[in-house]
Structure formats: C-alpha cells, structure tokens
C-alpha cells in the first residue's frame, strides 16, 4: 500500500489580511486603508537647532524612515518648524503637549501632521472644533495619542491604574469630540510600557472603531530590551493585521529604531525583505568559528539593499541544506569552506578567505540585480 503524501501547501504571505481602516495622508505618506505600513521615528535633537535635527532626519531618511516627528515644547521650537518641514525630504509631524497654542502654530508652519495627547494638553476638549477647522483648512492629519504615563486623570481615578481600558475609552472619547464636528482624519495610538497591555490596548480598540493605528511600546527601554518588547507586540498585532504604521522606543540612536522597524516588517513579509542573513548559533559540531564569520560578513554587506539570502554555516549537517537554499552561502567544516550560489557549489575555499568570497560574490549577485547598495567588500 503507498501513501501519497502530497507537497507541503504554500505557506501564506502573511498571516493574516490587513485589518480594513479609514485612509489618511501624512504629507506624502498614505496610513491605513491598504497602504505599506510606515516606519516613523523621532527626533532627538533640540528643534530649535535646525541644522542638527535636519541632520538626523537626513539620516533616518537614509536608513529608511518614512515619517519623522519632532518635539514642540516651546514656542523657539515652533518658530524652527516651518523650514523643517520645509527642507525636510519626509513628512514632519509635531509633537504637542501641554500647549494648545502649539497645534495651531505647527499647521501654519506646514507640518504634515500634528501628534495631540489630549490626557496632558489644556482644556483640549474645549479648542477640538477649533483644531480640526484649522487641521482641515490645511489638508493637516492628526494622531489622537494616549500615554499610559500621561492620561487624563478622570480617567486615571475611573480605572485606578492605565488599564488597556482606559487607554481606548480615553482615545475613543477624544475621536467622538472630532467626530462631532466632521472632522475624521487621524489615526489613533493606546501607548503602554507593557506589551501585554499594550497588545490588549489595540486589540479592543481595533474592534472599536476603523481608524488606521499607529503601533508603539512607549519607553520600551534600552536597545536590546526595546527591541526584544516592541518585535513582541508588534508580532502579536501585526501578524493579526492590526497596526498601520509604526514606532519603535529604544534608548538609543533613532536610526536603530528605523532598522528594527523595517526588520520586524521584513520578518512578517509586511515589507519586501531585503538582505537577509541565516546564521546556525553553533554548537560542538562547528569546526569553524561561526560567530566571528557571521559577524565579518553581516558587517561587510551592511547597506546592502538587494533581496538576497545569505547563509553562513558552521558544520556539515545543516549548512549545506541551509546554503543551498539560499541565494548565497557557505557550509563550514575542516578549516575549509563550499561556496554555494544559487544552490549549487562553486568552489571550496580555506576558512580565512571564505568572508572575502562571500562579500565579493554578494555583490556579483547584487549588482546583476541592479541593487547593490553599499557594502564594505574588505575586511579588517
């Protein structure tokens, strides 16, 4: 008697379709409504030192940032918006808190958004109708974005604690106040240190409203901390299709924040992935020295933008099945490296030159793509 066993089903593109929102304009940027999902990051100079902060968002362009935002705690920092958002090559949004009068300063000055905390912003209720006029005059979206560390104290009284329930009655009541007026275009985000109410937060807001969201773990904590918290709760909403742009918090450069973004992105296949690279995490069978090798060349292909799959392998009983299935790699073993391309082996070279052979043989593939990027083809 045989068994067919069949092919293994395709695995899906994503795993789950994209939550249905309303569609709303950040300057160039579309958030929500089928559009990519946008990385954002933000600012950490001083906006009054306008040279140094549109330096830094020159580089958060570069690393592929999609929208930027920028603090506006003084009426100095309003007075540098209008030619930031101006010689800025991706739309500014300002971040308002406490002022009112900020808001209004930052539509005039041409910001393509204006971030509002209504739980720290005085008497906000009172200036709504006033905001989305002026908002709505400009073709200016906004976010609704509550803080677990600063929301609004009736609330805070209602709950005791900011529960992921106070967080979306805080948000959703704010939307009704700009509801009422007609005015619909922003996106809303429920911000908590923790990823479990975090997570919770959206969850009940995603079956709340059809405004596009804005994903972010706030004080997410240092750079390997942060990371490891926002790939959690991003992970868990996005592979359910909520989240429609996205922020990470890290204690670090805001470059690093844009990079963990796209990589979380790439990971779910919510972004064309693009370097990609395999690495075994060794063991007593490697007879090579994987760590040194995956670091040598992750550090020689960085910039790389083509799509390729790398494989760097330390022993011979996963690396040539993990070599051979990716556009590029190395299986390892006896002081000697097989250089596999395109799944078949071109040459086996010593452990010292197998680096060198696979940056020089990434960028051959790269540059037959048309993508090569900037990849450091030496090694130190």
């Known amino acids: 008697m045989s068994v067919n ?19 709303i304009k950040v300057g160039k940027v579309l958030v929500g409504g089928g559009a990519p999902i946008s990385v954002q990051s933000m600012t950490t100079t001083k906006t009054t030192d306008i040279n140094g902060t549109l330096q830094q968002i020159a580089e958060l362009t570069a690393t592929g940032c999609d929208i930027v935002r920028v603090a506006v705690p003084s009426q100095d920092d309003a007075d540098a918006l209008p030619i930031i958002a101006k010689k800025s090559q991706i739309p500014v949004i300002a971040d308002i808190h406490f002022q009112p009068k900020y808001v209004f300063a930052a539509i005039d000055a041409g910001c393509a958004a204006v971030r509002v905390n209504p739980g720290n912003i005085k008497q ?29 104290k009736r609330l805070l009284a209602k709950y005791g604690a900011p529960t992921a329930e106070a967080l979306v009655e805080s948000a959703l009541w704010e939307a009704s106040l700009f509801e009422e007026v007609g005015f619909r275009d922003f996106k809303i985000s429920v911000k908590h240190n923790d990823p ?12 709340a409203c059809d405004y596009p969201l804005h994903l972010g773990v706030t004080e997410a904590g ?4 942060g990371t490891i918290k926002s790939s959690v709760a991003f992970g868990a909403l996005l592979s359910r299709g909520i989240g429609d742009t996205i922020r990470v918090s890290l204690s670090a450069p805001p470059a690093e924040e844009v990079k963990v973004g796209l990589k979380i992105l790439e990971s779910l296949n919510l972004r064309p992935r693009k370097l990609d690279i395999v690495s075994c995490p060794s063991c007593g069978r490697a007879q090579v020295d994987v760590y040194t090798l995956a670091e040598q060349v992750t550090k020689g292909l960085e910039g790389m933008q083509a799509p390729l799959r790398v494989a760097v392998m330390g022993c011979v009983v996963n690396g040539p099945g993990e070599a051979r299935e990716a556009d590029l790699g190395v299986a390892s073993g006896n002081g000697k490296g097989q250089i596999f391309v395109k799944g078949e082996v071109i040459k086996t070279v010593p452990e010292a030159d197998i680096v060198e052979t696979l940056l020089v043989e990434a960028r051959r593939l790269a540059a037959e793509m ?4 900037e990849p450091q083809v030496s090694v130190s």
């Open 5 to 23: 066993l069949g092919m293994p089903a395709p695995a899906p593109v994503t795993l789950a379709p994209r939550r249905e929102t309303r569609q």
């Open 124 to 152: 906000f209720d009172d200036k709504v109708a006033e905001i989305a006029k002026a908002a709505a005059d400009a073709g200016v979206s906004l976010r609704i974005g509550v803080n677990a560390g600063s929301l609004d």
């Open 196 to 207: 479990i109410v975090m997570v919770r937060a959206y969850e009940l807001l995603s079956e």
């Open 222 to 225: 240092p750079a390997f901390q």
């Open 370 to 373: 048309g993508e090569v990027g």
